[in-house]
């Protein structure tokens, strides 16, 4: 006998988010790792248990391994409850019609069975590729205060990048009269966040609609919202201006990692009322040797410091040798970069060996990528805007 | 599939560590910027695959319970099994406060009478090492022992007037056992670590407290050596040791495990040690940080001067602060211009701007828990 929840969260972690290159070869976006100790999906997850949601269906399909290892119990977020939890939900084959997810909508719509099990009256929809703090519970109060069939979570864009977003147009009571697309001249600011509070009454008959109709991509974006917009549903905006930030590219996403060396911090990570949490994998303290300068940086459990690290991240359990130079650089888990080596403006992913003299990214230009476990031959080099895969 | 358990016995409440122990039992102890001292002791039980590990309390025992929650870390919160929490109760059994580990052992032989694994790791937790207790079980069955005692033959253990000392033959045996003398006349320092059957433990329990012998080391396992009564054996543990019963030594073990060759043989990839997490933000290092020779834990933000030190979770060094050869427990906070050198300052001490607090290396400084300076 399942109990019965207000709200079930289902998260969005499908994609492949090929816009990362070499970083996803070997996993899903939200499995990336960020800040140091994090990866992507740690703050969906920790939102949604700092909301008060302890139900969480994490909707996977593309190279799912790392990410359903990350997950695992849920303990980290202690999502690890009796009566809910964390359900990782990969698509699967029921017979006659089992298929791959098509859309976002189609994702949500594959798994009506497993919402209805906690016959929820609201339904959260989360994507796995955002950096932010939020809580949904004070979302959701103004889902409910509005007596809204749907809430969306807009934020304001700079007005040049509106053609990027999907745009909501407000009346003065904040419900949205209409919903643009990636529009060419945009009559207002306000973004999609990708993130929907749903009356799952609503959406369970939207979503089985929809799929009816074979002409639909089965997206919330391009299908869902407008066809309840057309129907006279009533939809409201919730506006959200902390921290937020798109990790969809190679650039974002060092860019928002960057964003945690700037005072004061943009997003607070010390916040013991919103801590973020992650996996813990028992690595000891950092160690900073006599050779070592540290300066502007992010050290965490594990590192070892015996270079110059300047204006960069290092992750749980990366070996900076002496005489290597990191700068304006991500340097992901278990990377380890030999005496020597010349590391700026770079990401260099999980596990990766840089040798000794070896020269990775430039000072100006693109974002240089070494792939997970790639080793770069000592004496090489990867240039600016290069991305080096296995 | 291990057939060890874990008994830890956390009675010892180290008067000589003054003000780090008033408060909480050794085992609790804040220990190499992110670890409490037993966590050592539990996770190398847990690396060797026992998944029943009880644990005896006695005295200031809050901040253990605090810590260990419900063994998660360590993952030892199963169904069936898992960490036992045996604090001091009083039934007619049990008497509450115990006159040594035979007492405390007698007192929750319930425990140990309900646990089904054949043979049990005895500890006690007032020295830090890092123990492969499937060496130390093959090597007890290989030799047919009755109990296999633990030793090292690292200097830092000896001690004058305190501790227990071993003579060991070439075939492993123990031949003689020295208690707390003023010079010890073996090298090897028994650790306080023993394996036996577990069915042999109950009885010995049983009989020696009946025959009001409460203290394992010096009555029971004196006699038996002595008179041939059981076979007892010594194991050899290589790794390095600390004995946690002075503020000198506490000092002195921090000290050496900011050098990573020994620090390595403790913390080993093979055997994580793991803690309990607080989820904390890796550490900021601002423009003007220097830190040399240290070791960090997560959660900081350090903008002044470390060197040769250990800096817990939360800590924060301030613009101009210098911090040096000193130890800094969570949530310390160190502000602009003030000195810090040859200290150990406990949880959530702050010292003012401008302030000096100096002290040789040859005598460490604790600074109470919660002091403003």
């Keep these: 006998m399942i109990r019965k929840k207000q709200c079930v969260a289902m998260l969005l972690a499908g994609g492949q988010g090929s816009r990362l290159g070499v970083l996803t070869q070997h996993m899903a976006k939200p499995a990336v790792p960020f800040g140091g100790k994090y990866r992507i999906i740690d703050f969906p997850l920790s939102n949604c248990a700092n909301s008060g949601i302890d139900t969480v269906g994490v909707l996977t399909q593309y190279r799912p391994l790392e990410l359903n290892a990350y997950i695992g119990s849920g303990a ?4 690890d409850v009796s009566q809910g939890g964390v359900y990782v939900l990969p698509p699967y084959h029921t017979g006659a019609t089992g ?28 994507s796995g590729d955002h950096i932010y703090k939020m809580d949904y519970a004070a979302m959701l109060r103004h889902h409910i205060e509005h007596k809204a069939d749907a809430t969306i979570a807009v934020r304001q864009v700079p007005w040049e990048e509106t053609h990027r977003f999907g ?13 643009e697309e990636k529009p060419k001249h945009a009559k207002s600011n306000n973004a999609s966040m990708g993130v929907y509070v749903f009356t799952w009454s609503k959406l369970r008959d939207y979503l089985t609609r929809d799929d009816q109709n074979p002409e639909s991509s089965n997206d919330f974006g391009k299908n869902i919202i407008p066809m309840m917009l057309n129907e006279g549903c009533t939809l409201t905006a919730y506006s959200f201006n902390d921290y937020w930030k798109d990790v969809g590219t190679i650039y974002s996403l060092w860019e928002a990692n960057m964003d945690l060396l700037t005072t004061p911090l943009p997003i607070d990570l010390h916040d013991k009322k919103w801590r973020i949490c992650a996996r813990n994998f028992g690595a000891g303290p950092q160690f900073v040797a006599d050779t070592a300068d540290v300066t502007d940086s992010l050290v965490t459990e594990g590192c070892e410091v ?47 060996v840089i040798e000794p003299g070896t020269s990775v990214g430039e000072a100006e230009g693109d974002i240089a990528v070494v792939g997970q476990n790639v080793i770069v031959p000592a004496g090489g080099s990867v240039a600016a805007g290069a991305q080096l895969d296995v | 599939m291990s057939d060890l358990m874990g ?32 966590d050592f002791v539990l ?58 580990l035979m007492d405390a052992i007698r007192s929750n032989m319930v425990f140990l009478r309900r646990s089904r694994e054949r043979y049990v790791v005895v500890t006690d937790s007032g020295m830090l090492y890092s123990a492969n207790y499937d060496d130390m079980l093959a090597q007890h069955i290989r030799t047919g022992a009755d109990i296999t005692l633990m030793y090292s033959t690292d200097h830092n253990l000896l001690r004058s007037g305190s501790g227990h000392y071993i003579r060991v033959d070439e075939e492993g045996r123990v031949c003689e056992l020295e208690n707390q003398p003023m010079v010890p006349s073996f090298e090897n320092t028994y650790m306080e670590a023993f394996l036996i059957r577990r069915e042999l433990l109950i009885e010995l329990a049983d009989r020696a407290v009946s025959r009001a012998q409460y203290h394992f080391t010096r009555e029971l396992l004196q006699h038996a050596i002595a008179d041939h009564d059981l076979s007892v054996y010594g194991w050899k543990n290589d790794s390095p040791a600390w004995r946690l019963d002075t503020v000198q030594a506490y000092y002195d073990c921090s000290m050496a495990l900011t050098k990573p060759e020994i620090r390595r043989q403790i913390l080993r990839a093979d055997r994580p040690v793991w803690t309990k997490m607080r989820d904390e933000m890796p550490t900021r290092y601002t423009a003007d940080a220097k830190v040399k020779d240290s070791l960090l834990a997560d959660g900081c933000i350090i903008e002044g001067t470390v060197e040769n030190s250990i800096i817990f979770r939360g800590v924060r060094v301030m613009k101009g602060a210098v911090v040096k050869n000193a130890v800094i427990m969570q949530d310390g906070y160190i502000m602009p211009g003030a000195h810090v050198e040859g200290c150990i300052l406990d949880k959530q001490v702050t010292v003012r701007d401008g302030s000096t607090l100096c002290a040789p290396a040859s005598y460490p400084m604790v600074v109470a828990k919660g002091t403003t300076v």
């Design chain 2, 43 to 100: 996770s190398s039980l847990v690396s060797s695959g026992a998944k029943n590990v009880g644990i005896i309390m006695q005295k200031n025992y809050h901040s253990l319970i605090d810590h260990l929650g419900s063994g998660k870390e360590w993952d030892l919160h199963g169904k069936h099994q898992g960490l036992v929490i045996l604090p001091p109760y009083q039934t007619p059994d049990n008497i509450g406060v115990y006159s040594g």
């Design chain 2, 7 to 38: 008994l830890i016995y956390t009675g010892d409440n180290g008067e000589r560590l003054g003000e780090l122990t008033s408060l909480r039992a050794v085992a609790a102890l804040p220990v190499l910027a992110r670890y409490r001292v037993i």
């Design chain 1, 99 to 126: 298929e791959w997810y098509k859309g976002t909508a189609n994702a949500i719509y594959q798994n009506l069975s497993f919402i209805q099990q906690f016959d929820p009256e609201y339904v959260l929809i989360l």
């Design chain 1, 76 to 79: 980290p977020w202690d999502l």
């Design chain 1, 306 to 352: 015996y270079g110059t690290v300047k204006h960069s991240i290092l992750s749980t359990g990366v070996v900076v040798e002496a005489g290597a130079q990191v700068i304006d650089s991500v340097i992901m888990p278990g990377a380890v970069i030999r005496r020597g080596a010349i590391i700026r403006r770079a990401i260099v992913a999980e596990n990766a």
């Design chain 1, 167 to 179: 745009i909501m147009n407000t009346n003065e009571q904040g419900n949205i009269i209409e919903f």
